[in-house]
């Protein structure tokens, strides 16, 4: 079996790829990073090394190409591809997109591409971007054999610090659920993952409690002058700022899908422990990345609260301190961050949230938030 994966970074090589090789696939990595795709090509295999435990995995059969300058070899390994899997950033998805369509054009059989990003519908907006790239007439053709069924993937991989460009350190819990009603042929054959008839519920549990926990600890941390993940949890304050803005999302997923309220906690619990990892170095500017978009509509911490604000008609004290922090994450180094000040310089941080979370000017959130920054 054949994959191509776009995005030979953190999530491409220390999850999908090892997951696509333990399936037996052989695996086309395509980026835009010459120095990893030049190692790809000449070792072939790297190196995933699972965070405290002291084992570590191979993964073969791997190769890479440059999304630019490889463009038709790129084309030729969709053709004759069986998966396409991404991992490159939401905000990739639209440049990766009219390459991909000219693969999945010629191709001739069936095959499914899953956008593994950690947004909602990530296939979906994938599938949209392609679309865009093609007549009518071509989108037809595509649909009766590209599926492009949503996931959602779960796996903390930090960025790395290893001499070995290719190797990756990977903490070793992980989960990937794709959603079954957007397959088309069979199911791709990886034991790795687990098919769902409806992915609603998993993707906003995961992203609503790993990734809200994960952010609120890293603006917070910021906040507090810390550098790692695992420093900031172990402040006992934010820890528990931490686990307030995780009952509050807790709430909101209990009354959407009736979870039941003891074993989500234990999730909580058991998340929370992912982040004190002793032996995964991840800083809280990898954790904050892009603050615009964890401050935008669909995301993290503005969802749940609106979500949280409408259901029980009082805002959540917590997701709205973290929103708070993350309007002075300003890390010069992070483009979004440096965009987001420049915002709040100019309109002020309330109207700047206002504007990025796309909120009404009297929407109780903004209000709350207005109060949290007094
Ligand atoms: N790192 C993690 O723990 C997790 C990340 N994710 C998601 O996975 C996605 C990737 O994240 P990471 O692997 O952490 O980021 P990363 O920055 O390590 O990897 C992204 C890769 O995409 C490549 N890329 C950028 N533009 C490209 C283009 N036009 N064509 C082909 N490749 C291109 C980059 O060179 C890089 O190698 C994101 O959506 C993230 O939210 C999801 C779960 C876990
Ligand atoms: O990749 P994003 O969306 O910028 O957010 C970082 C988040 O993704 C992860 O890398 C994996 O879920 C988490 O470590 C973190 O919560």
């Known amino acids: 079996m054949k994959a191509v994966h776009f995005g030979a970074g953190n999530i491409g090589r220390g999850f999908i790829g090892a997951l696509l090789a333990d399936a037996k696939f052989d695996t086309v990595f395509v980026d835009v990073n010459q120095e990893l795709i030049q190692e790809l090509n000449e070792k072939n295999s790297y190196t995933v090394e699972l965070a405290g435990t002291g084992e570590a995995e ?8 440059h999304s630019q300058a490889d463009e038709e070899k790129v084309v030729q390994a969709i053709v004759e591809a069986d998966l396409i899997t991404t991992a490159v950033g939401p905000h990739v998805l639209a440049m990766i997109a009219p390459l991909l369509a000219k693969g999945l054009l010629k191709k001739q059989g069936t095959a499914n591409v899953i ?3 950690n947004v909602i519908g990530g296939s979906h907006i994938l599938k949209k971007h392609v679309w865009e790239a093609l007549t009518e007439e071509e989108q037809h053709q595509v649909n009766q054999k590209i599926g492009f069924p949503n996931a959602a993937v779960d796996r903390i991989v930090p960025d790395q610090t290893n001499d070995d460009l290719l190797t990756v350190k990977v903490e070793p819990y992980y989960e990937w659920v794709v959603e079954t009603k957007d397959i088309h042929g069979t199911r791709p054959d990886i034991s790795g993952i687990t098919y769902v008839d409806d992915l609603e519920p998993y993707i906003e549990r995961k992203l609503f409690t790993v990734n809200t926990g994960h952010a609120a600890t890293a603006y917070l941390g910021y906040q507090y002058g810390y550098k790692q993940v695992k420093e900031a949890i172990s402040d006992d304050a934010i820890k528990e700022k931490v686990k307030g803005a995780l009952s ?6 209990i009354e959407k899908y009736g979870f039941e309220r003891d074993q989500h906690h234990q999730y909580i619990e058991k998340i929370i422990s992912r982040f004190e990892n002793p032996d995964l170095l991840d800083e809280v500017t990898r954790v904050g990345r892009a603050p615009m978009r964890k401050l ?4 993290r911490l503005v969802k749940p609260a609106s979500e949280f604000t409408a259901l029980f008609n009082e805002t959540p004290s917590h997701l709205v301190e973290v929103i708070a922090a993350a309007l002075q994450y300003d890390v010069t180094s992070d483009q979004e961050a440096v965009q987001l000040q420049e915002l709040v310089e100019k309109e002020g941080p309330v109207e700047a949230f206002r504007e990025v979370a796309e909120l009404e000017k009297d929407h109780l959130l903004v209000k709350a938030v207005q109060e949290q920054l007094q």
């Open 58 to 65: 191979t993964v073969t059969g791997v190769s890479g190409l």
């Open 115 to 117: 956008a593994c990003e």
């Open 248 to 253: 509050e999302t807790g709430a909101v997923l």
């Open 296 to 299: 935008s509509k669909e995301d």
